[in-house]
């Protein structure tokens, strides 16, 4: 696999056009429900760009060929619960044979810390590469402290997908966890008071499971 560089904003016009129908306030649940699976097919097509391919024989009508498939075990993806749900479930029609596991965690709202509530994750993390699933990387501390969580688990390769980042999480994931890359549809440009990402989308649980 060649080197990723630490951030990678996904540029392609599809997921910008998309993501600027999600942001809009007017969009509506059930159609940020469906972009969102939209968008997410996208993101895994480019974060899986890199995987590394093997070879194996097969017979086409025609002659024998080796063929290209991808090498080593399965991936394992990582949805943080619950907005990692709703890009999990597009990305799981592109790689449908992808292991799956869940991390619990919700943000304290005054200290703005992570809780872990719940953990389940596939065997074997240090043989696969994991994709950690997280809409917002926000304040980053809920997803620093999910990678921690999948390192002592065993996991080595492993990279983070999510929609919006703010220079804040960005900022903390590189200080704690530089070896894991990081891939987003787009930079915004900071932190409210609050903990939210702007200009940003709002809740991104709220905005997909409508509980706003
Ligand atoms: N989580 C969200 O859902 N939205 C934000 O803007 C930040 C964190």
């Given at each position: 696999m060649t080197d990723v560089p630490h951030l990678t904003v996904i540029d392609h016009p599809l997921v910008q056009h998309k993501l600027t129908i999600m942001r809009d306030k007017r969009t509506s649940t059930s159609g940020f429900r469906k972009l969102l699976?939209?968008?997410?097919?996208?993101?895994?097509?480019?974060?899986?760009?890199?995987?590394?391919?093997?070879?194996?024989?097969?017979?086409?009508?025609?002659?024998?060929?080796?063929?290209?498939?991808?090498?080593?075990k399965k991936l394992a993806l990582i949805s943080i619960l619950r907005a990692g749900n709703g890009l999990l479930d597009g990305i799981l029609e592109l790689i449908p044979a992808a292991r799956v596991g869940f991390i619990g965690l919700y943000r304290d709202p005054v200290t703005l810390l992570p809780v872990q509530y719940y953990s389940k994750v596939p065997a074997d993390l240090d043989l696969r590469m994991v994709i950690v699933v997280d809409p917002m990387l926000a304040t980053g501390n809920s997803s620093a402290a999910a990678i921690d969580l999948l390192k002592k688990a065993g996991a080595k390769n492993l990279r983070f997908l999510c929609l919006l980042a703010a220079p804040e999480g960005v900022a903390r994931m590189r200080e704690a966890h530089p070896d894991v890359p990081i891939f987003t549809a787009a930079l915004d440009d900071r932190l409210d008071e609050h903990g939210y990402i702007l200009p940003g989308l709002g809740d991104a649980g709220d905005r997909m499971f409508g509980t706003k």
């Open positions: 699976r939209e968008i997410s097919l996208l993101l895994a097509y480019e974060i899986t760009r890199e995987l590394d391919l093997t070879t194996t024989a097969i017979e086409t009508p025609l002659c024998p060929m080796e063929a290209p498939v991808l090498e080593g």
